[in-house]
C-alpha cells in the first residue's frame, strides 16, 4: 500500500515538473517547426479569415470548399515563389494543400480572386511575427 502512494506522489511530481517547463518555455527556446490550419471556403467567406505565424515558419495550409461556388486563394501584394505553379483554385467539395512560408514580419492579405467575392467579404491576412 505504502508503494502504491509514493508511486502516486512521483507521478505527481514529474507532472507538476513537466507543466512548469512548458509554463516557463519563452517563444523563442521551441523550434519553429511547422504549423498547420484548416481554411474553409464557403460563399463570400473564409473561415478563419485570419492565420497566424512566425518569420521563417512553415504553414501547412489546407483550403477546404464547402461552398456551391469555385474559390481560390491569393496573396496579391507580394511574389511568393514558392507558390509558382501551384494552383488554389479549389473546386466545391475539394480541397488543395500548400506550404506558405514568410521570411520578413508583417501582414500579407489574401483574397480569393473570383470575380466580385472578395468586394463581397472573401478576404483575410496573415500576420507574420519576428
Same mark, same amino acid.
Given at each position: 500500500?505504502?508503494?502504491?502512494?509514493?508511486?502516486? $506522489?512521483?507521478?505527481?511530481?514529474?507532472?507538476? $515538473?513537466?507543466?512548469?517547463?512548458?509554463?516557463?518555455?519563452?517563444?523563442?527556446?521551441?523550434?519553429?517547426? /511547422?504549423?498547420?490550419?484548416? +481554411?474553409?471556403?464557403?460563399?463570400?467567406?473564409? /473561415?478563419?479569415?485570419?492565420?497566424?505565424?512566425?518569420?521563417?515558419?512553415?504553414?501547412?495550409?489546407? +483550403? $477546404?470548399? &464547402?461552398?456551391?461556388?469555385?474559390?481560390?486563394?491569393?496573396?496579391?501584394? +507580394?511574389?511568393?515563389?514558392?507558390?509558382?505553379?501551384?494552383?488554389?483554385?479549389?473546386?466545391?467539395?475539394? /480541397?488543395? &494543400?500548400?506550404?506558405? /512560408?514568410?521570411?520578413?514580419?508583417?501582414?500579407?492579405?489574401?483574397?480569393?480572386?473570383?470575380?466580385?467575392h472578395a468586394a463581397a467579404?472573401?478576404?483575410?491576412?496573415?500576420?507574420?511575427?519576428?
Amino acid at each position: 500500500m505504502k508503494w502504491i502512494l509514493t508511486l502516486l $506522489v512521483a507521478a505527481a511530481v514529474l507532472a507538476l $515538473v513537466g507543466v512548469s517547463a512548458l509554463a516557463n518555455q519563452r517563444p523563442g527556446d521551441a523550434d519553429l517547426g /511547422s504549423k498547420s490550419i484548416e +481554411i474553409v471556403m464557403t460563399e463570400m467567406r473564409f /473561415s478563419p479569415n485570419r492565420i497566424d505565424a512566425r518569420a521563417g515558419q512553415s504553414v501547412l495550409v489546407t +483550403i $477546404v470548399n &464547402r461552398g456551391s461556388e469555385r474559390h481560390d486563394l491569393a496573396f496579391p501584394s +507580394i511574389t511568393m515563389p514558392d507558390l509558382r505553379g501551384v494552383e488554389t483554385l479549389t473546386m466545391p467539395g475539394e /480541397s488543395t &494543400r500548400l506550404t506558405l /512560408s514568410f521570411d520578413a514580419p508583417g501582414t500579407y492579405p489574401f483574397l480569393c480572386t473570383i470575380p466580385g467575392h472578395a468586394a463581397a467579404g472573401m478576404t483575410g491576412a496573415m500576420f507574420v511575427s519576428p
